[in-house]
């Protein structure tokens, strides 16, 4: 009698090896993905932050309009959108932000808020 594998074990063997590694693969590109977003979310949340401060404290009084632009070279690949439109209360616009992140703009969050004309 011979001694060893068979090909029905050899085969099974690598069946249940290329499923542990597909499915190591795939929790790997989850895990990078989340790292994106997360590093994105963080980042277009404290850019957000900082254009907010910039149109409420200029020195111009706050107008319905739509303007658009980047942060420069430090932040690569993000830009911003953003829409001033008036509301039924006087002396107040709803001011919503948009900035995306890749080509394409891959992600993107939107933050709203409302400002005083004042």
């Known amino acids: 009698m011979g001694r060893g594998f068979t090909l029905i074990e050899v085969l099974i063997a690598m069946l249940i090896?290329?499923?542990?590694?597909?499915?190591?693969?795939?929790?790997e590109t989850?895990?990078?993905?989340?790292?994106?977003?997360s590093k994105f979310i963080t980042t277009s949340t404290l850019l957000a932050q900082d254009r907010i401060v910039q149109i409420t404290s200029a020195e111009k009084s706050v107008m319905p309009g739509n303007d658009y632009g980047d942060f420069g070279e430090d932040y690569p690949g993000y830009t911003y959108t953003e829409d001033i439109e008036s509301t039924a209360l006087s002396g107040y616009y709803k001011y919503t932000?948009?900035?995306t992140w890749g080509k394409g703009g891959i992600f993107e969050t939107r933050f709203i808020s409302f400002l005083s004309a004042d």
């Open 17 to 27: 090896l290329s499923i542990t590694f597909l499915w190591l693969l795939k929790a």
């Open 30 to 37: 989850q895990g990078i993905d989340m790292s994106l977003r």
């Open 97 to 99: 932000l948009t900035i």
